[in-house]
């Protein structure tokens, strides 16, 4: 079964502006991580953020996570087209130890 | 080069036959995974392994096998018994956290199966 779901589906934006995405889960978690999939490659892990964290960072990658209501957001700033991939949330639930990916967000940057 | 391999790139199976997808990976980590991935879906997990010797099913497990006699490599088996086998196959692999799979994973570039 798959714990978060990402929304939206699909996004396509401008260069230069910028990408949110969603995620939201059901159960409690000890992680959340966001993963990047170019089109055909494998993943590549962008940000893990802890239950107890709120707000982490990297680049032009900002993850905020709200346990109270078990959503998370990914928002890229200054997007560029070299963004376009698809985008997975996956968490690690609090009792568990498994990670558990969402369905993805396609991001399509426009140049 | 520390990463994970994962080959062949594209694989083409006649009905009945097995496969064997291959995974290598040179970064020391004790957990191992297979994931497989239909055209525009998430990930899902067929098998993991956190140890040399021993592996669990994950949740879609039914018409696949696999081995972990070496840290660094933990080999697919498509089996015939798999009924829908054409999908993208990711493996990854990952340290372990106070014992837990709770690590990033890294993932290999996948296989593409298609059975004709």
């Known amino acids: 079964s798959q714990q978060g779901e990402e929304d939206p589906q699909a996004l396509s934006i401008q260069e230069g502006e910028n990408a949110t995405m969603n995620c939201s889960y059901k159960?409690?978690?000890?992680?959340l991580q966001w993963y990047r999939q170019n089109s055909g490659r494998g993943l590549v892990h962008l940000i893990l953020i802890r239950s107890n964290e709120r707000e982490k960072h990297s680049g032009r990658l900002r993850v905020t996570l709200d346990t109270s209501k078990k959503s998370s957001s990914l928002l890229i700033t200054a997007s560029r087209a070299a963004d376009t991939a698809s985008y997975f949330c996956a968490t690690v639930p609090r009792a568990g130890n498994m990670l558990t990916f969402g369905g993805g967000t396609r991001l399509m940057v426009k140049p | 080069d520390g990463g994970i391999t994962q080959s062949p790139k594209y694989l083409f199976r006649k009905e009945g036959q097995n496969v064997t997808l291959s995974c290598e990976q040179n970064l020391n980590h004790d957990a191992m995974y297979w994931y497989r991935q239909d055209p525009g879906q998430g990930l899902r997990l067929i098998y993991y392994s956190q140890i040399v010797n021993d592996f669990q099913k994950g949740d879609i497990a039914e018409g696949y096998s696999v081995s972990r006699e070496k840290k660094e490599s933990f080999p697919l088996t498509v089996t015939s018994a798999q009924k829908n086998p054409t999908a993208f196959y990711l493996c990854a692999s990952s340290s372990l956290r106070q014992g837990l799979i709770r690590n990033e994973q890294f993932f290999g570039p996948g296989t593409r199966l298609t059975v004709l």
């Open positions: 159960t409690s978690i000890n992680n």
